[in-house]
């Protein structure tokens, strides 16, 4: 009985520290829980936590930050700071996450070569993690733009899989259509340069030589802008 009671005793002496570290184990990974929660934003997408691939030599509650990113990777070195001035100790610790978007996406599959349409495109909560491009949340920036690439339905646009084929060329003449309230007031100028549908435009008017900015609304038409005089 002595030395049952002997060999119990031992056996909770080695479990305290134990079940003392797992307390404060889990202060550490509650506050990388608590970091992402608040809410981590780069570019309008938001982190997600997917698994921490190696933890920090500690236990108690860490402050965490990012690194300075400029894209979205799937995988980096996240900072964990403990302490201050001479007692800071630093850690980086490698992570992989998930990075959600708002995104317009190809409703069905699309060859490449497409001209993109109103029709073709939907708006889907996306995640962006590993693609260095920018996207387009509305889909009015992307009408008018070619397809570079075949996209499979779901699959986001990025930057780099469209082109704007130019309408207006430099030099070419077009028809400038200003309004006023209720009046609509038209005059023929000349393309200052090259541009794509929904561009920015400035237009020289032949008969005032005025310069003017407009929005190129066709392949013979520019929008001109409110506050400009033809």
């Known amino acids: 009985m002595l030395l049952r009671n002997f060999l119990s005793a031992l056996v909770l002496l080695f479990m ?24 981590v934003y780069l570019h309008g ?5 997917v698994e921490v691939l190696r933890w920090p030599d500690a236990t108690e509650k860490l402050r965490w930050r ?23 100790k630093r850690w980086y610790v490698p992570v992989r996450l998930n990075w959600w ?10 060859p490449v070569r497409s001209h993109l349409t109103a029709e073709m495109l ?6 962006v993690a590993g693609h260095s491009g920018s996207w387009w949340r509305k ?4 009408m008018g733009t070619r397809l570079t690439r075949p996209l499979k339905a779901g699959d ?22 200003a309004s006023y309230g ?5 005059a023929v100028g000349k393309a200052l340069r090259s541009a794509g549908l929904g561009d920015r435009l400035s237009v020289r008017n032949l008969k005032s030589k005025q310069v003017v900015q407009g929005v190129v609304a066709s392949a013979s038409t520019v929008h001109i802008l409110t506050g400009e005089t033809l």
Request: net charge positive.
């Open 139 to 142: 889909t009015e920036g992307l």
């Open 66 to 88: 990012m690194p300075e990113l400029k894209n979205h990777p799937g995988q980096l070195s996240l900072i964990a700071e403990r302490g201050q001035g001479q007692s800071l």
């Open 122 to 127: 939907n708006i889907a909560r996306i995640n």
């Open 16 to 39: 305290l520290p134990a079940v003392a570290g797992a307390g404060t184990e889990g202060a550490m990974r509650d506050s990388i829980k608590q970091f992402f929660a608040q809410g």
């Open 182 to 186: 209720g009046l609509k007031v038209t």
């Open 45 to 49: 997408a938001r982190a997600e936590l």
């Open 101 to 110: 978007a708002k995104a317009v996406v190809a409703r069905k599959d699309l």
């Open 156 to 177: 986001a646009i990025f930057a780099s899989y469209v082109h704007r084929p130019k309408l207006i060329s430099r030099g070419d003449q077009v028809t400038m259509i």
